[in-house]
């Protein structure tokens, strides 16, 4: 053969291998969903990047050693004793110094606490076990079938397809989390981000030029109460809290309504209890859309309070002066029981407020605390 037909027959053979005949490279690009829920449920975690990864070698063995049994891989990924330690005495020893402290919790509370939250859903999700609030969590597929198994592996696949971090580092744990809670459609803490500068923006413009002190109270706090079929958009309960609001609301008792409740009831269910109370709100009664303020993560009446907390510090409004809980009579007395307090420090840690005066079956005072800015992912699809 010539010298030229060589030459020729070289770049035949070029130009027929296709450009994308290579494996590829994996690529990082951006996820909203996912880096949303990464960092509402577990902040502190996402800080700390890659680490650590040499320090915790018995766990890399443990998850290499499932090779791709998805079980296995969720089993091994949970965050034992042992590991949760070795990352307490990285915090301790100030390896984690630029790690943002969470509240007044210590770095290495904070962060066990979240690696608690991390192994939760890899319990709920990742091996089918009953979690705290079965009702309402839980994987699409039931345990044992192989539509659960499957959709295991897939989440595996996702985790690690979207990230090149060693599997037995804290990144590819909460990776892999999000990823589960992703397959199960349990994303909802991404939903309306980012709130305050969009569902709350005209909210937040009126509180700044707000004088508090012509009004008896800063906030009306209206938890919701869902249906229980999947048709239903408002319940009948949630319909009073909007109209025993709205008249509040016109008494002048206070100049923003809280409505607070996250899609809850049934499970499954498409609708959010606030965004549906603040639809009555507006549309019913007249009430203008920026008074009304939307707080649709809370799924339990203690997050109800801790989270309405949480907007009033992000929006401005003082926590100085008294709020009033708006809500049928049967949550009112709940909330006023020792009950509700014991429910608080077991699923909270803390209270998120006092409880004061009461005003009617339907009217309850409420002292809102700086403690329910606190991070604790005990239910971390409740941040």
């Given at each position: 053969?010539?010298?030229?037909?060589?030459?020729?027959?070289?770049?035949?053979?070029?130009?027929?291998?296709?450009?994308?005949?290579?494996?590829?490279?994996?690529?990082?690009?951006?996820?909203?969903?996912?880096?949303?829920?990464?960092e509402r449920l577990f902040p502190m975690l996402g800080a700390l990047g890659r680490s650590p990864a040499g320090v915790l070698d018995a766990r890399a063995r443990r998850i290499s050693a499932?090779?791709?049994?998805?079980?296995?891989?969720?089993?091994?990924?949970?965050?034992?004793?042992?590991?949760?330690?070795?990352?307490?005495?990285?915090?301790?020893?100030?390896?984690?110094?630029?790690?943002?402290?969470?509240?007044?919790?210590?770095?290495?509370?904070?962060?066990?606490?979240?690696?608690?939250?991390?192994?939760?859903?890899?319990?709920?999700?990742?091996?089918?076990?009953?979690?705290?609030?079965?009702?309402?969590?839980?994987?699409?597929?039931?345990?044992?079938?192989?539509?659960?198994?499957?959709?295991?592996?897939?989440?595996?696949?996702?985790?690690?397809?979207?990230?090149?971090?060693?599997?037995?580092?804290?990144?590819?744990?909460?990776?892999?989390?999000?990823?589960?809670?992703?397959?199960?459609?349990?994303?909802?803490?991404?939903?309306?981000?980012?709130?305050?500068?969009?569902?709350?923006?005209?909210?937040?413009?009126?509180?700044?030029?707000?004088?508090?002190?012509?009004?008896?109270?800063?906030?009306?706090?209206?938890?919701?109460?869902?249906?229980?079929d999947v048709g239903t958009t408002l319940s009948p309960r949630s319909k009073l809290h909007a109209l025993l609001a709205a008249q509040r609301y016109r008494q002048g008792l206070a100049p923003?309504?809280?409505?607070?409740?996250?899609?809850?009831?049934?499970?499954?269910?498409?609708?959010?209890?606030?965004?549906?109370?603040?639809?009555?709100?507006?549309?019913?009664?007249?009430?203008?859309?920026?008074?009304?303020?939307?707080?649709?993560?809370?799924?339990?009446?203690?997050?109800?309070?801790?989270?309405?907390?949480?907007?009033?510090?992000?929006?401005?409004?003082?926590?100085?002066?008294?709020?009033?809980?708006?809500?049928?009579?049967?949550?009112?007395?709940?909330?006023?029981?020792?009950?509700?307090?014991?429910?608080?420090r077991t699923e909270l840690g803390y209270s998120p407020g006092a409880v004061g005066q009461r005003l009617s079956i339907y009217d309850l005072e409420f002292h809102p605390s700086r403690l329910?800015?606190?991070?604790?992912?005990?239910?971390?699809?409740?941040?």
């Open positions: 053969m010539t010298g030229l037909r060589m030459m020729m027959a070289a770049l035949a053979i070029t130009a027929a291998a296709p450009v994308w005949a290579e494996t590829p490279a994996p690529m990082a690009v951006s996820d909203t969903v996912v880096d949303t829920l990464s499932c090779a791709d049994v998805p079980a296995c891989v969720v089993e091994a990924t949970i965050w034992t004793d042992q590991d949760r330690a070795i990352v307490a005495k990285l915090a301790t020893t100030g390896a984690l110094r630029s790690v943002k402290a969470n509240a007044d919790l210590p770095v290495a509370v904070a962060l066990d606490q979240e690696l608690d939250g991390v192994n939760v859903v890899l319990h709920v999700y990742g091996l089918g076990l009953a979690g705290r609030y079965p009702k309402i969590d839980g994987p699409i597929f039931a345990t044992g079938t192989p539509f659960f198994a499957d959709s295991v592996k897939v989440a595996i696949d996702t985790a690690r397809a979207a990230s090149d971090a060693p599997p037995a580092t804290i990144a590819a744990s909460v990776r892999l989390a999000v990823a589960l809670l992703d397959a199960n459609d349990a994303v909802a803490a991404t939903r309306f981000e980012p709130l305050d500068q969009s569902e709350n923006a005209g909210a937040r413009a009126l509180a700044a030029r707000t004088d508090w002190k012509a009004f008896r109270y800063s906030l009306l706090i209206v938890p919701g109460v869902g249906p229980e923003f309504i809280l409505v607070s409740g996250s899609a809850v009831h049934p499970r499954g269910t498409r609708f959010v209890e606030a965004v549906e109370i603040r639809r009555a709100l507006v549309e019913r009664y007249g009430i203008p859309s920026d008074r009304v303020i939307l707080e649709p993560y809370a799924r339990h009446t203690t997050t109800n309070l801790r989270n309405a907390t949480r907007r009033m510090v992000a929006l401005g409004i003082p926590l100085d002066r008294p709020t009033l809980i708006v809500t049928d009579a049967e949550q009112s007395k709940y909330i006023e029981s020792p009950t509700f307090s014991d429910r608080n329910s800015l606190r991070q604790d992912p005990r239910d971390p699809l409740d941040p």
